[in-house]
């Protein structure tokens, strides 16, 4: 069954280079991001996961744990963290899963039922693992985003994606295109006019659908 967003994430028991974890209990009452990618000792995600590194203050200020996912074992992912962090120049502090099994990669939609590692595999045996997750604290899916092996993540991008998640989550506001923290924010549908104001003040008229407010604090 294919994962999608408000999904509950499977309390999956995992294995990373820094301990084993209940997925439900890691996450705790955090925001987490799960990022995942094919294989250990790879040029563009040694980029990304180097990007995840040097945010990790901005990942703390949003109360946000980080977790990376790979189909290679722990010994190769102590290794290739120095290699992170030569690179990027900061501690790579976060875990990464040792998938070596696949039973994440496919618990996450993000390999067939019957995808195996060959002998001699290169990234390309599992390339579709090139996903982010940002998940609440309630333990669901509130985000997903899968790259191809060619294109970097943009972290960013993931960044700016969490702010909106937590602005907007369980508070009837989405954001608008290219919305960066601070900026005003859309009124849902869900209110009418009256209960808009009641409830945010003042409301700037654009559409009758669309209604701007002051991002609420």
Known sequence: MALRINDTIPNLHVTT??????????????W???????????????????????????????????????VDGVAEHVQWKADIEKTAQAKAGFPIIADENLNVSKALDMLPADAYLPDGRTAADSASVRSVFIISPDKKVQLMMTYPMSVGRNFAEVLRALDALQATWKTPIATPANWEYG????VALSLNDAQAKEKFGEIEMVLPYLRKTKMPA
Not at 17 to 30: K, R, T
Request: charged content about 25%; proline content about 4%; glycine content about 8%.
């Open 17 to 30: 280079d820094l301990g084993e974890y209940d997925l439900h209990d890691w996450i705790g009452d955090s």
């Open 32 to 70: 987490a991001i799960l990022f995942s990618h094919p294989k250990d000792f790879t040029p563009v995600c040694t980029t990304e996961f180097g990007a995840v590194a040097q945010l990790a203050d901005e990942w703390a200020k949003r109360g946000t744990k980080v977790m990376g996912i790979s």
């Open 183 to 186: 900026q005003d924010v859309i």
